[in-house]
């Protein structure tokens, strides 16, 4: 009995140990695929592949990871009215900070008016046009794009949305199965700790994959793109940093009493991970699994993270906004508030459904240009050398305000644990990098109680609220 209390502990040690490094070599491989791209700029843009790679591995499990969460949340709700309002209150918060963005990228872009003195050349109009998506769809077919061609084609149309759906619908079939449906939640709760498991597996490539997005990104843009365009993207960067930390921060404070440094600290890995990629679907299985050891419920994480991957872009707003104003000051064709506003309008609704993946925020700005304001799309080639470094920032604005969402919606559901989020922020309540998941078999001093409660039919959040 003593021998095995004993080394328990020190199994687990080495486990979070290792993790730490992990993240270390992360930050060496985007140090050196800078120096890459710079020194051996040819070389580094034959690297795309690798990070193309391991993005596309942790893309493998998001499918998987938010149908099991999703199911789990709702099939341990006892009434479906709980979750129809977690989803009218989500999108609701989106709608209205899309609005924000879009305003506060409004206002600094015509404050700066960086595209003017640019000049617009055949070879940027080509760039321009290319970036046109032939098979863009419109509101209609993106709103009969949710539904999938069979259940089981929701898993494989990498569409979230899709995902979701059967998810939803699953849940709530379960749900409404009573006592029957729990042999099925308990066989879907091991199988999303094996796919986090394999999660966990699969991230030890991330200093890999770093290494090769970073390189090819500083190989194919260079220095003489961030010089002549700096001004766009510094200021990009400026107003993003102003609306998470100031607009982000005021409502996390107001609303929930936290400090966002201090969620974003909990968040640091994610955030790192999503710098060296590029994209904020990187992080999106690990959300998840962080919202819920935050103390968040299952509901309201399995319907927020999810649907704000599509519909709370904020990033991407203010990068619209902003390159929006760019395009037109540099084609010498300045557009008024009046003709401002209905073009964003427009993008705010061209923007939902855009994946978090590098270049979707580009895609779908030429693609809203071309419905809305064809002129304009000749100049989309001067912002096709920095997209890649403004999609940074696009992705980690993104990133932090679901988070942020999540907390937010948990808090005004009453679906979040308050003691157990200043315990896990505190560092009482470590996350479990080896699993990704809470271990309900010992552990920290509540485990023992919340482990009677699952084996109740997995109705563990129900209690906690």
């Given at each position: ?85 977690v989803g009218g209150i ?108 394999i999660l966990a597996m ?119 906004t902003m390159a929006s ?141």
């Amino acid at each position: 009995m003593t021998s095995a209390a004993d080394t328990a502990p020190a199994a687990r040690q080495p486990k979070r140990d290792r993790t730490h490094y992990l993240y270390i070599a992360v930050i060496i491989a985007v140090a050196a695929g800078i120096a890459v791209g710079l020194a051996a700029p040819d070389f580094a843009v034959g690297l795309k592949p690798i990070g193309t790679g391991f993005v596309a591995l942790i893309k493998m499990m998001i499918s998987p990871i938010i149908f099991c969460t999703i199911v789990l949340g709702i099939g341990s709700v006892r009434k479906a009215a709980k979750v129809g309002a977690v989803g009218g209150i989500a999108l609701g918060y989106f709608m209205v900070m899309s609005l924000v963005a879009l305003g506060i990228g409004l206002v600094v872009g015509n404050i700066l008016e960086p595209g003017t003195g640019l000049a617009v050349t055949d070879a940027v109009k080509d760039a321009g046009h290319a970036q046109i998506d032939s098979e863009a769809k419109d509101t209609t077919e993106f709103l009969l794009g949710i539904i999938p061609t069979t259940i089981v084609s929701a898993f494989t149309n990498e569409s979230v949305l899709q995902t979701l759906l059967i998810a939803l619908l699953a849940g709530f079939a379960l749900q409404g199965m009573g006592s029957a449906g729990q042999p099925i939640l308990r066989g879907i709760e091991h199988i999303q700790r094996l796919v986090f498991r394999i999660l966990a597996m699969v991230m030890w490539a991330a200093p890999i994959g770093a290494f090769g997005a970073i390189a090819a990104v500083t190989g194919s843009a260079g220095l003489e793109a961030l010089k002549s365009l700096a001004v766009l993207m510094l200021g990009f960067y400026v107003t993003c940093f102003l609306f998470v930390f100031i607009v982000l921060g005021a409502l996390l404070r107001a609303i929930s009493g936290l400090n966002i440094f201090s969620l974003f600290k909990y968040l640091g890995r994610e955030f790192l991970l999503i710098l060296s990629t590029s994209s904020s679907e990187s992080a999106l299985p690990r959300l998840i699994a962080k919202m819920e050891h935050l103390g968040v419920s299952k509901p309201v994480v399995g319907i927020t993270v999810p649907t704000g991957y599509s519909f709370n872009l904020d990033g991407t707003m203010i990068y619209m906004t902003m390159a929006s104003l760019f395009i037109a000051d540099a084609m010498g064709t300045p557009m008024s508030i009046g003709e401002q506003i209905p073009l964003l309008l427009f993008l705010l609704v061209a923007s939902k459904g855009a994946a978090g993946v590098t270049g979707a925020g580009l895609a779908t700005l030429a693609g809203g240009l071309q419905s809305h304001k064809p002129a304009m799309v000749d100049g989309i080639g001067l912002i096709v050398g920095i997209d890649r470094f403004m999609s940074e920032a696009r992705a980690l604005t993104n990133f932090a305000g679901n988070a942020v969402a999540t907390v937010l919606i948990g808090t005004w559901t009453k679906e979040i644990d308050k003691d157990r989020v200043h315990q896990v922020l505190a560092g009482s309540l470590p996350f479990d990098e080896k699993t990704l998941l809470d271990d309900h078999h010992g552990g920290p001093a509540e485990d023992p109680a919340e482990a009677g409660v699952a084996e109740q039919g997995g109705e563990k959040e129900l209690a906690k609220a």
